[in-house]
């Protein structure tokens, strides 16, 4: 007898099957119900079946043609150490061969199609074969449903390349998405239905059913599903979701000095691929910016490409204004942790986050020369003006960033000091915040040398320092000789206005005259700039001014709530008050008495009412 091997023999499951029970407990259920004696064994992997050749045969295209072209005419053994769906497929295509009834499931017809394939089950050698049958399930209960099309595509995963092959898994793919764009047009007309509005109930969204069963894909797959909902005009709102999940499913943090070269592979091929499918890059973007931190975080620690690092930094710098301190405190890498002197959290990055967004604004000028006049003064005229807000919450979210990092003794003061000056003079209204960290980072790192130590606090701008602040800094033994100087000049000024009740404009304004910017005249140095450049030059100073003038507004206006809080406190401690009060009493007594008496000698006239006329205002009185 002879032996018939397809393929290569690879042992998957260990045991031998035999389905040729003695009569004495043989069972209606069980099979092959014959008491002919096997005459083909066929052995799946390290399993082995005892069948009968006519049954096969009556039905498969493959088992019939290895028979028939077999040398020996006398074949009773066949091998497939390669079937897809192993075992448990090959024991059902031999059940329908034999006629027994099977039950077609979700779990189960993506296997049966690809054996039905593998074993050429079609209908040339028998009706209502298994392939048959199992295209009928697909088209009737799978292809309509996504649910039923994710589940079934899930199952193709281990059953590659076949299902490739056969197109199953592109077939599952484009149900799927067909289905989904159908969902969300048909839930967009049922919310512009109104007519019984009491009667609908809201849907559920995708992103909370079948967009969470997307989870359980592997990377290909899922990325191919995504890619296919893009194309056919999915959402960026949903594809956000879904990403979302995805990555919070997938993603795993690494901890330690995990430094498994095939873990962190697969993170860095997950990372890129899920930052690849992201939507297009917007301020008005739909993807919250705590999942891109994460996923910085994550691209980070698994060594991706300067792409797709480049990528998450930009997303994150066009949404900086909607941080908060925990979402860009990133740690360095893995491998970075393991060197002793290396800094806890990674600077760089945030300083190319931070330029991101601060460039973000000569990009909307380009982009906005056209508009009307009235629309580019609201973007910059006012700090309560969109654009101005944004960069008021940066400094700040930046002084608590500094604050935070200044506690890392590894941190260079050079890094430090180019995270401080990041900002333009106009982003601070008030320098609390910077002060602080630079206090913390002196602290941390007394051993600086002294000309860091003069440039760091350089930062630093006095005259927007709270007296709260002042007093400190007066007091601060780790500050420059020079800054304690200047903040004890600028107190003692402020002080001195408040006392005298004026020269407000002049210390707020006349300090400040060479921090304006010089207006290009009329003449050569115009001449030489384009119209375009010369509009975008003068635009761009008025917006200056107007900064510089509602900050020395709201500047102004401490000042003299300090004044009127200090002079009220010296009209009750100050014991000549009660001299000058009664002095004052008896000066207006006077006055009325020579009015009465200029009134009496005079009469009433326009010029009478005084008791000194115009006429002798050169007289020494």
Known sequence: MGVVTVGEFKPSVSGKRSFRPSSSIRHATEWPISDVSSDLSIEIGASCFALHKFPLVSRSGRIRKLLLESKDSKVSRISFPNVPGGVEAFELAAKFCYGISIEFTLSNVAMLRCIAHFLEMTEEFAEKNLLTRAESYLKETVLSSTANSISVLHRCETLLPISEEISLANRLINAISSNVCKEQLASGLQK????????????????????KSLTVLNLDFFKRVLSAMKSKGLKQDIIS???INYAHNSLQVVKGNLLD????????????????LLPTQSRKSQIPIAFLSSLLKSAIASSVSTSCRSDLERRIGLQLDQAILEDILIPTSLYQNNNHSSTIYDTDSIVRIFSIFL????????????????????????????????????SKLLDN?????????????????????????????????LYRAVDIFLKVHPNMKESERYRLCKTIDCQKLSQEACSHAAQNER??????????????IRLRNAMNGGGHNQLLFGGLNGQFPQRSGSGAGSGAMSPRDNYASVRRENRELK?????????LTDLEKDHVSMKQELVKSHPANKLFKSFTKKLSKLNALFRMNGIKANGVGSESRFPFPKRRRHSVA
Do not use: C
Not at 368 to 383: G, I, K, L
């Open 192 to 211: 512009l239905d109104h007519s019984f509005p009491s009667k609908i109930i809201e849907p559920e969204t995708p992103s909370e059913w079948w967009g």
């Open 241 to 243: 979701k879904i990403l």
């Open 261 to 276: 070269l095939e873990f962190l592979k697969k993170q860095r091929v997950l990372v890129e691929t899920i930052t690849s």
């Open 359 to 394: 460039n973000l604004d000569e990009e909307d000028e380009d982009d906005s020369r056209m508009r009307d006049e009235t629309e580019m003064v609201y973007d910059f005229d006012s700090p309560g003006s969109p654009k101005q807000s944004s960069i008021l919450k940066v």
């Open 401 to 433: 960033y500094l604050a935070e990092v200044a506690l890392d003794p590894n941190l260079l003061p050079s890094k430090f000091i180019s995270l401080a000056e990041l900002l333009p003079d106009h982003a601070r209204i008030v320098s609390d915040g």
């Open 479 to 492: 500050l420059p000789v020079q800054m304690a100087v200047q903040v004890l000049y600028f107190e003692q």
């Open 547 to 555: 900064l510089e003038v509602t900050r020395m507004r709201m500047r």
